[in-house]
C-alpha cells in the first residue's frame, strides 16, 4: 500500500448553475458524462420548483478556473438552459491515492483519503463492483462487502 501523507490542498475553483425546466429528463445522465469528459471536478442536479409551481432542477458543476469556457458551453450546448450563474469557491482535497482488493481472482480499485498520514476515508470503485458482481454472478452488495471486508484485512480501513 502507497502510504500518503499531508494536510487537504486550498484549490481555488469555479462553480457554476443553472436552472432548467424544460429538458427531457432522460438527457441528464449524458448531461453530466459530458461535464465530467470536459474537465468538471464534478457535476450534479438538485430538483426544485420554480416560478409557477414548475418542476425543475439546478444544475451544478464545479471546475479550474481553466476549464470554465468548456464547462460553460456544454451547459449551453448540452440543456435548455438560456443563463448560468458562476462563483469562485475554495475546495479543501484530501491526499489519496488508489489501491486494489481482491474479491475471488477480481481486483477492484479503492480511493484511499488521508489526512496527516492517517486514513480517513476509502470508497471502492463502484464500476469494479458491478464489472466483479456480474463475473462472479453475486449482487453487487455482496461484493462490496467483501471490498470493504478485504480493504480492512489489507490494512485499508
Known amino acids: 500500500m502507497t502510504e500518503s501523507s499531508g494536510t487537504p490542498q486550498r484549490v481555488t475553483c469555479v462553480q457554476i448553475e443553472a436552472n432548467v425546466d424544460d429538458l427531457d429528463p432522460r438527457i441528464w445522465p449524458?448531461?453530466?458524462?459530458?461535464?465530467?469528459?470536459?474537465?468538471?471536478?464534478?457535476?450534479?442536479?438538485?430538483?426544485?420548483?420554480?416560478?409557477?409551481?414548475?418542476?425543475?432542477?439546478?444544475?451544478?458543476?464545479?471546475?479550474?478556473?481553466?476549464?470554465?469556457?468548456?464547462?460553460?458551453?456544454?451547459?449551453?450546448?448540452?440543456?435548455?438552459?438560456?443563463g448560468i450563474r458562476e462563483w469562485d469557491v475554495i475546495k479543501h482535497v484530501l491526499p489519496r491515492s488508489v489501491e486494489s482488493v481482491a474479491v475471488g481472482d477480481h481486483q477492484l480499485a479503492t480511493k484511499v483519503a488521508w489526512v496527516d498520514g492517517e486514513i480517513v476515508n476509502r470508497s471502492i470503485e463502484w464500476d469494479d463492483v458491478v464489472r466483479v458482481g456480474a463475473a462472479l454472478g453475486l449482487t453487487p452488495k455482496a461484493v462490496l462487502a467483501a471490498a470493504v471486508a478485504a480493504a480492512a484485512a489489507e490494512g485499508q480501513a
Open 30 to 82: 449524458h448531461v453530466i458524462d459530458a461535464l465530467l469528459a470536459g474537465g468538471a471536478h464534478d457535476a450534479w442536479i438538485t430538483p426544485i420548483v420554480m416560478k409557477k409551481g414548475r418542476p425543475a432542477f439546478t444544475l451544478g458543476a464545479l471546475c479550474a478556473p481553466v476549464d470554465l469556457d468548456a464547462i460553460r458551453s456544454v451547459v449551453f450546448a448540452e440543456t435548455t438552459t438560456i
